[in-house]
Nanobody, 129 residues
Framework: QVHMVESGGGLVQAGGSLKLSCVAAGLTFSSYAMGWFRQAPGKEREFVAAISWSNLSTYYADSMKGRFTISRDNAKNTVYLQMNSLKPEDTAVYYC??????????????????????WGQGTQVTVSL
């Protein structure tokens, strides 16, 4: 029923930029918080960024803050992740995720892997030297 499809991944050079997109279907998009997570080879999936119902409330992992920007377009059922100043350590599979918005969406909930209800299958981002 619910489908989450990421796109925009690819191979870029260090210092370059990339913009990921995730289109969601089968849910009322505006009723869900959206998150981006990533998983590098041999590592656990980690939080990257999240956004509440609008662009006013955003959350970032410390290592991404200032380089990555999350945004959403509810009319297009799409969440974006603009990635700038990319580093080789950013190489990972990037996943988008959706969580039904509670009355109060906390920072802890935004960053917790287990809080999300639906997941995409990921898009590969590779950053070369």
């Amino acid at each position: 029923q619910v489908h989450m499809v990421e796109s925009g991944g690819g191979l870029v050079q260090a210092g370059g930029s990339l913009k990921l997109s995730c289109v969601a279907a089968g849910l009322t998009f505006s009723s869900y918080a959206m998150g981006w997570f990533r998983q590098a080879p041999g590592k656990e999936r980690e939080f990257v960024a999240a956004i509440s119902w609008s662009n006013l409330s955003t959350y970032y992992a410390d290592s991404m803050k200032g380089r990555f920007t999350i945004s959403r377009d509810n009319a297009k059922n799409t969440v974006y992740l603009q990635m700038n100043s990319l580093k080789p350590e950013d190489t990972a599979v990037y996943y988008c995720a959706a969580r039904r918005l509670p009355t109060f969406f906390t920072t802890a909930q935004a960053m917790a892997l287990g809080e999300y209800d639906y997941w995409g299958q990921g898009t590969q981002v590779t950053v070369s030297l």
